[in-house]
């Protein structure tokens, strides 16, 4: 089976074929620039075993962009049988895939706007799919189904319940897709059953990142909470911070709901701390010092984001138990040796620990970067989401058959 898996942006629309018995890439690519016009023009980039092309022409919305993909397809000669969509958000309603149906769309436009950048332009993807090919099965996998098990008491704030019942305020979590697959891969890795496997999974990108605390394979915890702006530091999001500061903005200050939100999510993280870059591997790229306490320039910016990094990966570990491995996964997890260095240095007590040889070479991956007496193996596992959202819709579509 051939799975075509889309990945919406707010302005782009990357996707990937995938040979979901070989689980081998056929054709990828993406779009960007969707959306109203730019003094750039829209482009579509797309990649098959003939090699790369690409195609320019305004694509004003996710539909367009959608149809000129499929064009591409076309001309490849590589049509998909199935196709699968990420959705961030799944809200209370799904918490496994879902084939796609009018009705379905119909339950997801209720809640998008708790994702306003990606739940809406991948349901115009659903919708252009069902409308111009009726006969291609599609599905939806949900970033939050995999924290779908975060127990009550984990996922709970402390509000009063009505106001919490009324507005669906809870701990939804996020990056799920990824964790659940470098979770399962993990298992694979060193050979333990996933369903007594205890991790904790850090999911480090150079936009967005989160750990998850995994309990018997599932997850029990995510540092991300009802949006993706809880936890941990991020490009240019502030992760945790004092919720009165918010109060303290919009009275004091004089901002408006906007402006709040926008610092918030856009100017905040890497960016907002060091004013050079919202790129944690400039950051470390340029001479510092971790534990030395310098409060002044990038320095600074360092260690607020390790600090943050390993007092979560501390809190996890506690809360997993005796955990069997730590995994680091997406692109600074996978390519930033200080990183993990940073993090697994001085956790003996956790049983970790790091192998200085190991972490400075990871090209070939997975790799186990532990010392062999370490009692909590370390992996470098590369994530792969969209290989993960073809094997569940491949799943889905042969027991529905």
């Not at 962009?65 to 199935?82: I, R």
């Not at 769309?105 to 115009?124: D, K, S």
């Not at 989160?210 to 540092?223: E, F, I, R, Y």
């Amino acid at each position: 089976m051939k799975v075509l898996v889309f990945n919406c942006g707010s302005s782009s629309l990357k996707y990937k074929l995938i040979d979901s018995v070989r689980e081998s890439l056929i054709a990828g690519g993406e779009a960007q620039r969707v959306g109203p016009k730019t003094t750039q023009s829209s482009v579509i980039f797309h990649r098959t075993a003939e090699g790369e092309q690409s195609r320019e022409g305004h694509l004003p919305n996710h539909y367009t962009a959608f149809k000129e993909v499929m064009k591409l397809l076309a001309e490849s000669e590589c049509m998909p049988d199935a196709i699968g969509h990420r959705v961030v958000h799944g809200a209370k309603l799904f918490s496994s895939p879902v084939l796609i149906t009018e009705e379905i769309i119909a339950q997801l436009h209720t809640f998008e706007h708790m994702a306003p950048i990606h739940n809406p332009p991948a349901i115009q993807l659903m919708e252009a799919c069902l409308g111009l090919y009726p006969e291609l099965p599609q599905a939806a996998v949900f970033d939050t189904a995999y924290h779908s098990t975060i127990p009550d008491y984990a996922h709970t704030y402390a509000l009063p319940r009505e106001l919490s019942e009324r507005m669906d305020i809870r701990k939804y979590g996020f990056h799920g897709t990824s964790h659940q697959f470098v979770v399962e891969e993990a298992a694979k890795f060193l050979n333990k059953p996933l369903d007594t496997f205890r991790a904790v999974s850090c999911h480090l990108g150079s936009g967005g990142a989160s750990l998850c605390a995994v309990v018997n394979g599932k997850s029990m915890d995510n540092t991300m909470g009802f949006s993706p702006l809880q936890g941990l530091i991020m490009s240019t999001r502030s992760g945790d911070f004092d919720a009165a500061l918010t109060l303290r903005l919009l009275e004091k200050a004089g901002w408006a709901v906007d402006d709040v939100e926008r610092t918030l999510n856009n100017r905040s993280g890497v960016l907002g701390l060091s004013g050079v870059s919202s790129d944690i591997r400039d950051i470390l790229s340029m001479e510092w010092s971790y534990g030395k306490n310098k409060i002044s320039g990038l320095d600074r910016t360092a260690q607020v984001y390790l600090w943050r990094l390993r007092k979560y990966v501390g809190a996890y570990l506690m809360a997993v138990g005796p955990a069997d491995a730590i995994i680091f996964t997406d692109t600074i997890g996978e390519t930033v040796p200080l990183v993990r260095h940073v993090v697994c240095t001085g956790m003996d007590a956790f049983g970790i620990q790091i192998d200085p040889e190991k972490n400075n070479d990871t090209v070939k991956l997975p790799v186990d970067i532990a010392l062999p007496e370490s009692p909590v193996r370390i992996l470098v596992i590369q994530t792969d989401e969209e290989l993960a959202i073809s094997r569940r819709v491949s799943r889905l579509l042969t027991m529905a058959a």
